[in-house]
């Protein structure tokens, strides 16, 4: 007996020092609570309760070099470490801590984005650029259809956004935008970094944009659904080792190629159609992505120039030729909307297709601006051409 009240006691210790460390930067037993980000109209203090570090910094996306770019933080009463620095432009921005050269997540701030492998915390700094990228008054909803691709072999996770009143109304159907994400990402990147959904519902509440589905999907086609479900991904051939591409048959270089694009255009889209209440018309499908989206955007719209009639390539990676551009102006398309920071590596590929589409005839719009391959200009952009769709 006495032997099991040590073993009880000693397991309750343990319990004990887990809960006091897991919980270290919070308040209880009437210690002050720490408060980070705390913002105030012209600045904003990063906090941390760090008992054992030496050295304390502060790195974050704001920085003039956000990769390696730091701020010292100070030691102050009960080892909280803290930092003020000068409120950054409205944006929303991620940071993190580093105790003593390690990488730590801010434990006060329940704001956090997925980059892939990374989360991070958020720091939205209000202002009229961020205006919709906060909660609106009426949410759309968010889901995760799955949906079978003969093309890829597998089945495959969605993420589809529906605006506010879709449930209410079985009769009403939708425009739909198809909203693809660039390297690195998956179908819950334009969710978690690109805020669809508040600036959708922000967009719609205010009668700026007509309410439409998004349709984000995983454009990685070796993958059934982001890693974050701990699915096996398939082995594919790779574009990328010339000896074995070109010992591929047409048909297996084109499943490398196009295989993604191909499922987008001829699965996906008719399994939107078939269950969701959408509009089967090119009029009300637009297609938009960034990066890699932005390529396989362009891609779709060559191999498909008549199932989309609004498009929208963000910071490309990808082009077209005259004679697939003259194809899309045949097509009808109501909207081409080119997109590009001036200091994006990819702004001279937008300069020339910017020229080519200017030479071909076609009406577009080309929408040029500040900074580089980032997703304050994806939001940006986002926000803007939203509210040009299905008009």
């Not at 929408?367 to 509210?387: E, I, K, M, P």
Request: hydrophobic share 40%; proline share 6%.
């Amino acid at each position: 007996m006495k032997k099991i009240l040590i073993l009880f006691a000693t397991c309750l210790l343990a319990v004990s020092a887990l809960h006091a460390q897991e919980l270290t930067n919070f308040a209880f037993g009437g210690q002050k609570p720490i408060i980070s980000p705390e913002l105030t109209q012209d600045s904003v203090t990063f906090r941390l309760k760090a008992d054992y570090a030496t050295v304390v910094k502060l790195s974050g996306s704001w920085l003039p070099n956000p990769w390696t770019g730091t701020i010292d933080m100070t030691r102050g009463e009960n080892n909280v470490w803290s930092v003020t620095v000068p409120l950054p432009a409205p944006e929303i921005y991620t940071y993190y801590f580093l105790v003593d050269g390690v990488a730590v997540n801010d434990p006060q701030n329940v704001l956090v984005q997925r980059d892939g492998t990374r989360y991070l915390p958020m720091l939205l700094v209000p202002g009229e650029r961020t205006e919709n990228y906060g909660e609106a008054h009426q949410h759309g909803t968010v889901s995760h259809p799955w949906y079978h691709s003969n093309i890829l072999g597998m089945d495959r996770r969605l993420t589809v956004y529906t605006p506010y009143g879709y449930e209410n109304n079985p009769k009403k159907k939708y425009p739909v935008l198809y909203l693809l994400h660039g390297a690195g990402g998956d179908e819950e990147a334009w969710i978690s970094m690109g805020r669809t959904a508040q600036i959708l519902d922000n967009l719609i509440e205010k009668g700026l944009a007509e309410p439409m589905i998004v349709v984000m999907p995983n454009g990685n086609a070796n993958q059934a659904a982001a890693r974050t479900l701990n699915i096996p991904e398939k082995p594919m051939g790779n574009r990328w080792d010339r000896e074995a591409f070109a010992k591929m048959s047409e048909a297996e270089r084109d499943l490398v190629m196009n295989g993604y694009v191909r499922s987008l255009c001829t699965e996906i889209v008719p399994f939107i159609e078939k269950n969701f209440r959408a509009i089967p018309k090119p009029a009300s499908r637009a297609i938009a992505g960034l990066s890699m989206g932005g390529g396989h955007t362009i891609s779709a719209s060559i191999l498909y120039p008549e199932l989309f009639d609004y498009i929208c390539p963000l910071s490309a990676a990808g082009s077209a030729t005259p004679e697939q551009i003259a194809a899309l102006k045949k097509a009808g398309v109501k909207l081409y909307f080119l997109a590009c920071g001036n200091t994006d590596f990819l702004f001279q590929g937008a300069e020339e297709m910017h020229a080519k589409l200017t030479e071909q005839g076609l009406d577009h719009v080309y929408f040029v601006s500040d900074g580089g391959h980032v997703w304050s200009n994806w939001r940006l952009y986002l926000n803007t051409f939203a509210q040009l769709l299905f008009k």
